[in-house]
């Protein structure tokens, strides 16, 4: 009588022995049958326990004697209830795999005809990126207007051969997490895995094609660092592999090797931007808005929902759409006739990786209005095509603005967000200079934090010492108040340029 009501203590009794299997059943590895038994003679208090592989001959022979022996019992009685047993275990664990595989198949939601056609019919209007970021408002993201809508197309690269990957960053408590968890719930389940906390190795044992074409999003950065290099490597290479000894069930040594396929788009969490420069050089840096008109959107929000007045069927609506979205894009190739026009700012640092990502972001632009292109064959290979529009690179421009002005700045973007706050409280305050303690008082910012800051300011000359009156502390006063704006102008002309000379080149 096989007994596994209790998942944790199967039972198994024949007239002459009562066994459990404690701990239930690993379903991963279908190649052993690792269990933990407890066995004993019926009404008998001697119990013998063990941790076997019932697949394993040598070990079960010499299980099989240590029952006989103890319990008193014969050998082919023990032979053959543990051989009944093992036959029980095998038809139970694929009853487990089965209920597994329509558990996963429940997460995958099957369009019907209105949902498919209400989906290809947004994809197919007009103004695509300033709708679906209103959609995105709707479905509960507060403020952030470019941030969210940059993330969302970032998540929808997933489905390309060259899927893009971002980092949120900010000081605690600014809502980079929330950020990220709002924009992600946009995204079918069956497309992303999330991840708090993850071991080492764990990426090498996924399924080979487990991974491919999902997002994966890291709740914090500092969290997952022992995975951050096989991510990194997922990223460039698009594969990773790990070599490791295995013994089969004859106890013979052998090499395998553990590969998982990518591509995978990545996003992360972090308040520690120096720390993870590796990743980030890989990765779209996304600043969380810290001024004090996001703050107060986002407690008019946190208010309408305390009291109830907040309208969550629409916020539903609007998420079950824009996922809909995202199942009706089919994977098609991308081409970007205009590529060779297309130039970067010499301001930017690490060009050659900064340009890969703005032409891959183009693209993805493209592919998410794969519904409004033409699709075009490859005359010599007959492959399915679409093409870049001069639309699209505007649109591209206007996004990613921000993204290459901070890819342009010496400073780090927190040291970033302290300087403008500066900028704007001597503006209001009519001041050329300032002293730490005026700001540490007004701005609010602790004295180490300050103290780097400042140290990073000065070395990178954006402000200097001036000298007090006699008796007073040191003053500071910034050097160039314009810079910030000037070097957003400069970027803004070149990629305007860009256009420009593709209009007159493009022009009959």
Avoid: W
């Amino acid at each position: 009588m096989f007994n596994t009501s209790n998942p944790n203590n199967y039972s198994y009794e024949t007239k002459h022995l009562e066994i459990h299997v404690l701990g239930g059943l690993k379903i991963n590895k279908l190649e052993s049958l690792r269990v933990t038994v407890s066995v004993q003679k019926v009404k008998s208090q001697n119990i013998i326990r063990h941790n076997i592989d019932l697949y394993n001959d040598t070990q079960l022979e010499k299980f099989v004697r240590r029952i006989a022996e103890q319990l008193e019992i014969g050998i082919n009685i023990v032979r053959k209830t543990l051989q009944e047993l093992t036959k029980e275990l095998e038809n139970y664990r694929f009853i487990l795999l089965d209920k597994q595989a329509e558990e996963g198949k429940s997460k995958y939601k099957t369009l019907n005809a209105t949902e498919e056609k209400t989906a290809i019919d947004f994809l197919k209007k007009g103004k695509l990126l300033s709708r679906t970021n209103e959609y995105i408002g709707k479905s509960g993201v507060i403020g952030e207007i470019n941030n969210r809508l940059l993330m969302y197309l970032i998540f929808t690269s997933r489905k390309t051969n060259n899927p893009l990957h971002c980092i949120s960053l900010g000081s605690s408590g600014v809502g980079k997490t929330h950020l990220q968890s709002k924009v992600a719930e946009l995204i079918p389940e069956e497309d992303k895995v999330e991840i708090t906390v993850l071991s080492a190795n764990a990426f090498y044992y996924f399924n080979r094609t487990e991974l491919q074409y999902k997002l994966i999003l890291i709740e914090d950065l500092d969290g997952a660092e022992s995975v951050l290099y096989p991510l990194r490597e997922l990223q460039s290479k698009k594969r990773i592999t790990k070599t490791v000894v295995h013994k089969d069930s004859k106890g013979t040594t052998k090499t395998i090797h553990l590969t998982v396929e990518g591509p995978v788009s990545v996003a992360g969490c972090t308040t520690q931007e120096s720390i993870y420069e590796d990743n980030s050089n890989r990765s779209f840096l996304l600043y969380i808005d810290e001024s004090e008109e996001q703050d107060n959107r986002i407690m008019e929000y946190q208010r309408l929902v305390s009291a109830g007045k907040l309208n969550e069927e629409e916020q539903h609506k609007a998420a079950e759409l824009l996922k809909d979205v995202q199942r009706v894009l089919k994977p098609i190739k991308v081409i970007n006739p205009f590529a060779e026009h297309l130039t970067l700012p010499k301001s930017v640092f690490k060009p050659r990786r900064t340009n890969s990502h703005y032409l891959q972001f183009i693209e993805a632009i493209t592919f998410y209005k794969q519904y409004q292109r033409e699709k075009l064959y490859n005359k010599e290979t007959g492959e399915e095509y679409i093409e870049t529009t001069i639309e699209d690179i505007e649109e591209a421009n206007e996004i990613i603005t921000e993204v290459l002005l901070r890819k342009s700045d010496t400073i780090t973007g927190a040291c970033r967000n302290y300087l403008e706050k500066l900028k704007r409280y001597l503006y209001i305050e009519n001041q050329t200079t300032y002293t730490s303690t005026e700001i540490r008082r007004n701005l609010r910012v602790k004295e180490t934090t300050l103290r780097r800051y400042h140290k990073q300011l000065l070395d990178e000359g954006y402000i200097r010492k001036v000298k007090g009156k006699k008796g007073q502390m040191y003053h500071y006063e910034i050097t160039d108040l314009q810079e910030y704006t000037n070097l957003k102008e400069q970027i803004s002309t070149v990629l305007q340029n860009c256009v420009s000379h593709i209009n007159l080149a493009t022009s009959p």
